[in-house]
T-cell receptor, first 111, second 108 residues
Framework: EPEVTQTPSHQVTQMGQEVILRCVPI?????FYWYRQILGQKVEFLVS????????KSEIFDDQFSVERPDGSNFTLKIRSTKLEDSAMYFC?????????FGSGTRLTVV | KNEVEQSPQNLTAQEGEFITINCSYS?????LHWLQQHPGGGIVSLFM?????KKHGRLIATINIQEKHSSLHITASHPRDSAVYIC??????????WGAGTKLIIKP
């Protein structure tokens, strides 16, 4: 069964450093998403991406965040200058239209 | 007020029991999703519903659009069903709105 692949599974970074979280969505999917889940809290929407541009973003997705689909297969989330409160599990998802497939997540720890 | 409310927040049951988890929502939706999150953190999509009822193995999901309510049932529960079950709705703007999840523990 097709999978959404996320790398790395766990990343530890110093506060203020840039991180790039990587996702390989399912190849025929058209919509791509990033969600995050702070430990003990509900999952929150960050951004959706369609046709090589952002279609929706939440208030969380400020100027520190950016997304790219650099090569037609990878879908990346960049956090420019990480803060302690960016520590969370980050999930990538993709869909054809409705019906999501999620990656297994990247646990980001900012120290 | 949360747009997606789940109940109960925590549920512990004995193996074999019939389990019901409820979800109510207050926004207009195009679809409702039930998802499972295991302790490692990964999320698996169980059902997507826009009307009626769906069944997959021992899992059954129902939705009542008029009442803005959905239920997830597990028949003949098993310890491997222990996980967090999350209800999420497709709002009109390409994003899922998530419930807080129901932590289910099935004891042998």
């Amino acid at each position: 069964e097709p999978e959404v692949t996320q790398t790395p599974s766990h990343q530890v970074t110093q506060m203020g450093q840039e991180v790039i979280l990587r996702c390989v969505p399912i190849s025929n999917h058209l919509y791509f998403y990033w969600y995050r889940q702070i430990l003990g809290q509900k999952v929150e929407f960050l951004v959706s991406f369609y046709n090589n541009e952002i279609s929706e973003k939440s208030e969380i997705f400020d100027d520190q965040f950016s997304v790219e689909r650099p090569d037609g297969s990878n879908f990346t989330l960049k956090i420019r200058s990480t803060k302690l409160e960016d520590s969370a599990m980050y999930f990538c998802a993709s869909s054809v239209h409705y019906g999501y497939t999620f990656g297994s997540g990247t646990r980001l720890t900012v120290v | 007020k949360n747009e997606v409310e789940q109940s109960p927040q925590n549920l512990t049951a004995q193996e074999g029991e019939f389990i019901t988890i409820n979800c109510s929502y207050s926004v207009g939706i195009s679809a409702l999703h039930w998802l499972q999150q295991h302790p490692g953190g990964g999320i698996v999509s169980l059902f997507m519903l826009s009307s009626g009822k769906k069944k997959h193995g021992r899992l059954i999901a129902t939705i009542n659009i008029q009442e803005k309510h959905s239920s997830l049932h597990i028949t003949a529960s098993h310890p491997r069903d222990s996980a967090v079950y999350i209800c999420a709705v497709d709002a009109s703007n390409y994003q899922l709105i998530w419930g807080a999840g129901t932590k289910l523990i099935i004891k042998p």
